[in-house]
């Protein structure tokens, strides 16, 4: 079954590390953004009743209820398997989780980033642990257990220490999912372009060095498995039972259509993206970028994201040099990224999304 993902890329605050296409913009081009979204849900032809919803951003927890509705309204079903809201820590309320019930959203993702507040606010974030703590119990009440919260390895200034605060925070909060993200260093980003040119602001010169960020990352393997949360994706680990069904679609060929600034979308065989900018997407409602898909490439650049792996059939001579170099491994018929390899992963993938050939 296919999803669906509503991309709402309008922040309260710009965060230093963000590379995602989203941002502060004025009250104008939101409320134009929303009539293209809901002109774009409404005139799709509708083949299939959506499996997973996922509202990510952005902070698409801003929304206004209504706005919510609407938007929720003009996607078939309302009994999903798995209806997703990221959510900025800060701003959640007992009325607005219960409105967030009342139209299908059963799961929840926080971006938190760090528990430790020093952390915090080098990167423009406004909450604080207490907080979070406080707005999962809400959500709890109202009856959402499926939380995931997110974290970064690499922010500013963070050490051992703060990293070990904040899973000791996330093993007291007893969350069933949790993402940990590696800091990423590129052009989209306020923090990753002062790192690439070796400067200083936005606390570039506290940034841990990659090996401290590979520490901290193992550290939170080992850490949330001994509190049963177990690694299925690179850098997402659950429960059993509490993977995300949605972002499982993108790693499993699934289909799923994208709708809203820099969405994508699948059918099996084609891959398409809407322009990037809210801006653009405001400004040529419909236009749309398609690109073939590569079956065997794909499978192997985002099957290997999981823990499971995949079927050892292809790139022979690649998956054995890989193997020798302790980066893969074997598993009866399946191949999966070693640990090492998981550190390394990027350059791993790098080899498989070259032309078969």
Excluded at 4 to 28: D, L, M
Excluded at 56 to 74: D, E, F, H, N
Excluded at 179 to 203: A, C, H, I, K
Excluded at 242 to 248: A, D, K, R
Aim: net charge negative; hydrophobic share 40%; with cysteine.
């Amino acid at each position: 079954m296919a999803g669906v993902y509503i991309s709402y890329p309008f922040c309260a605050q710009k965060c230093t590390y963000c590379n995602f296409a989203s941002g502060v913009f004025p009250r104008e081009l939101e409320t134009r953004y929303l009539d293209v979204l809901l002109a774009e849900l409404r005139g799709t032809e509708w083949r299939w009743t959506p499996e997973t919803v996922y509202l990510g951003g952005g902070t698409p927890s801003q929304l206004a209820a209504g706005a919510l509705g609407s938007i929720l309204a003009a996607i078939p079903g309302r009994d999903w398997a798995e209806a997703t809201v990221e959510a900025a820590p800060g701003g959640l309320t007992s009325d607005k989780i219960a409105s967030w019930r009342e139209v299908g959203i059963n799961r929840v993702s926080l971006g938190v980033q760090s528990f430790v507040q020093t952390e915090l606010a080098r990167t423009g974030r406004r909450h604080t642990a207490e907080v979070v703590e406080r707005e999962i119990g809400l959500l709890r009440a109202a009856g959402i257990d499926s939380i995931s919260v997110d974290l970064i390895a690499g922010l500013p200034g963070q050490t051992e220490a703060s990293w070990t605060q904040s899973l000791d925070w996330v093993e007291r909060l007893g969350v069933p999912h949790v993402s940990v993200y590696m800091l990423e260093v590129d052009e989209d980003s306020r923090l990753g372009r002062e790192l690439l040119v070796l400067g200083s602001r936005y606390g570039a010169g506290d940034v841990p060095g990659e090996d401290a960020i590979a520490d901290f990352y193992e550290t939170a393997v080992e850490r949330l498995a001994r509190v049963g949360i177990e690694r299925y994706e690179i850098s997402n680990f659950a429960r059993a039972g509490f993977e995300s069904q949605h972002n499982l679609k993108y790693w499993k060929r699934e289909p799923y259509l994208g709708f809203g600034a820099d969405a994508h979308s699948f059918d099996g065989t084609m891959r398409w993206q809407n322009p990037e900018s809210a801006a653009d997407y405001v400004a040529a409602p419909g236009a749309i970028e398609r690109v073939a898909a590569e079956p065997l490439s794909e499978s192997f650049f985002l099957g290997l994201r999981l823990r499971e792996g995949i079927s050892s059939g292809g790139f022979a001579d690649v998956v054995e040099r890989f193997v020798q170099d302790g980066l893969l491994e074997r598993a009866g018929e399946r191949v999966r990224l070693t640990s090492r390899g998981v550190l390394l992963s990027n350059e791993v993938f790098a080899e498989f999304i070259q032309p078969v050939g």
